[in-house]
């Protein structure tokens, strides 16, 4: 077993990528149907520089319970120390992946050398990879997965009351990827070319290589021409940027054809009608059966994790800063070192 106190990095105030925290903290004890995980190597995503602001744009009633100080980070990748007694499935020295427990907590407490998650948040780490690379997995492949695949879950979306059911993708199928390069749209990509759909990628053009490389059928670089201007007849467009200017994309759609905007918008039910298309959006949440089934995969070659950047857990700070310039190919992953 661990000793009782490891580094972790802590929020004990909101604020910009400075009020991230080196220190030390105690290790979590696993409870009932818990693992306690040796953290390798951890994701970046959005809602953790969400969470460090404090969610200064979600009303009250909408955020999750959480008291400071405050570890952020729910994806991770590691080595399991210790199981609940009533665990069964995974043993100590098991290399797992997880999202952690999201959206039920603020966040997951990932950005430490020890974490504790629910048995069912985890799945095997796929063997093929390295902890770098299935650290960038969790989150972004759940939200891919969930919003292309199969939603897995029956929760619903705090965004609207329609729910949201995967459109069938197969070869006659064309998916426009709004923000093809980021951690949701690159693996999104793959993911719509496994089943067989036509892609059209958007992104800025220092990514075409990359994205022709992952498969994409055709490249659009966003900072020459609006891809509105240009696309018509696709039947569902992923906009991972997502937010009020998610809109645009409703003229790229033929009739029947679904815009899924992975941070919503302001849409118009009546408008949306009329156009004889769907917009609908769910929130990921964390499911170990479905990260297995991406999994195996990332260990066929079928789908792979493109890693943007990587720092040490110390130097957090320097992670946020690299996320807010912007332009991510992938995802940056922090590294753990284990003394």
Request: hydrophobic share 40%; aromatic share 6%.
């Amino acid at each position: 077993m661990p000793t009782h106190t490891m580094r972790a990095i802590r929020l004990h105030e909101f604020g910009g990528p400075e009020v991230l925290r080196y220190e030390e903290a105690p290790v979590p004890e696993p409870g009932p149907g818990e693992v306690l995980v040796r953290v390798c190597a951890v994701g970046l995503n959005p809602p953790d520089w969400y969470a460090r602001e404090g969610m200064p744009d979600v009303p009250p009633e909408l955020k999750p319970p959480f008291d400071l100080p405050l570890i952020p980070g729910t994806d991770v990748s590691g080595v399991v120390a210790a199981v609940a007694a009533d665990v069964s499935g995974f043993a100590v020295g098991d290399e797992v992946i997880g999202l952690v427990r999201f959206p039920t907590v603020l966040q997951g407490s990932a950005y430490a050398e020890f974490v504790t998650a629910p048995a069912s948040d985890l799945a095997r780490k796929p063997a093929a990879i390295d902890h770098v690379h299935a650290a960038g997995l969790p989150m972004s492949g759940l939200t891919a997965w969930q919003f292309l695949i199969e939603l897995g879950h029956d929760h619903p979306s705090p965004f609207q009351e329609a729910r949201h059911r995967p459109m069938a993708l197969g070869d006659g199928t064309t998916v426009l990827i709004n923000g093809a390069a980021g951690g949701v749209g690159h693996l999104a990509l793959q993911l719509a070319k496994w089943k067989g759909a036509r892609v059209i990628a958007v992104a800025s053009g220092a990514h075409e290589t990359f994205l022709r490389e992952l498969g994409a059928d055709e490249f659009i670089d966003y900072t020459k021409e609006p891809p509105e201007e240009s696309v018509r007849d696709v039947d569902l467009v992923l906009d991972t940027v997502g937010g009020p200017g998610s809109r645009r994309f409703l003229r790229t759609l033929k009739r029947g054809g679904s815009l899924y905007p992975v941070y919503f918008g302001e849409f118009d039910d009546e408008e949306n009608a009329e156009l004889g298309v769907t917009v609908t959006a769910t929130q990921v949440r964390s499911n170990g059966t479905q990260l297995a089934e991406l999994g195996r995969l990332l260990d066929a070659g079928t789908v792979r994790v493109e890693v943007d950047s990587t720092f040490a857990l110390a130097d957090a700070r320097a992670a946020h800063e690299r996320a807010a310039r912007g332009h991510i190919r992938g995802k940056i992953v922090l590294t753990v070192a284990q003394g």
